[in-house]
């Protein structure tokens, strides 16, 4: 099939130039747009700064989606930026099932997911090694997934015995604290004793684990 225009869908890693990788350098350097969120592009401001720069806030994935393929069958090559891995709670099926929408397209452009460092992986190198073995990665944000069902998982994998890294803990509107209904993660503890916990988030759970002053993750001597 035919192609025109080329879709970089770009992890940015967890936050500081030093962990992007090489490929997201010259994707980002190759590119005619760059989509993402405005946050992002403090990160990488060196690699856009004369590119065409669409910025679209939180909450507007699948706007940035839409846009990013909408620009490549048009025959740009875009770049769409995410924060830590693309692929990991990232834009990149987003944008790919944006994409299968337009399947019946005589043109298609070329699609690259490009990897990137995630913040489980660089939170981990701060406590040591927390997830040598295996290991469960889950969500506390009910923005796509209802509560209940991050209560059976978060339930699920720690009676399994997974060392666990819990994403998205912070509560909506800026609080600082645990988000969530409180008993679900009482109920972790429950089943996880004290000493089988490496890192607490604190109040600063906001901050990037790469970026100057990542107190946030206080480790246990217990560990």
């Known amino acids: 099939m035919s192609q025109t225009g080329s879709l970089c869908i770009v992890g940015l890693g967890p936050g500081t130039s030093a962990l992007l990788t090489g490929q997201a350098r010259a994707a980002l350097q190759g590119a005619d747009v760059v989509i993402g969120y405005n946050g992002y592009f403090t990160w990488v401001t060196d690699l856009v700064r004369d590119k065409e720069c669409i910025a679209l806030p939180l909450t507007q994935e699948v706007a940035r989606a839409r846009l990013a ?54 939170c981990a190198a701060l406590l040591g090694a927390p997830i040598a073995h295996d290991f469960a990665v889950l969500s506390l944000s ?26 998205n803990p912070k509560a909506p509107g800026g609080s600082g604290s645990l988000r969530g209904p409180v008993p679900s993660l009482a109920s972790i503890v429950r089943l996880r004793p004290r000493w089988a916990w490496c890192g607490m988030p604190t109040v600063r759970t906001n901050r990037s684990c790469s970026r100057p002053c990542p107190s946030w993750c206080r480790p246990r001597s217990t560990c």
Do not use: C
């Not at 796509?144 to 890294?165: Q, S």
């Open 69 to 122: 393929v909408e620009r490549a069958l048009a025959g740009q090559a875009v770049s769409v930026i995410s924060s830590g891995d693309a692929g990991v709670y990232g834009m990149a099926s987003l944008v790919l099932e944006v994409l299968e929408q337009h399947q019946a397209n005589a043109l298609l452009p070329e699609v690259v997911v490009i990897p990137g460092v995630s913040a489980v992986n660089a």
């Open 142 to 167: 009910d923005l796509l997934t209802p509560w209940a069902v991050i209560e059976k998982r978060l339930a699920a994998a720690a009676e399994a015995d997974f060392v666990m890294v819990l994403l």
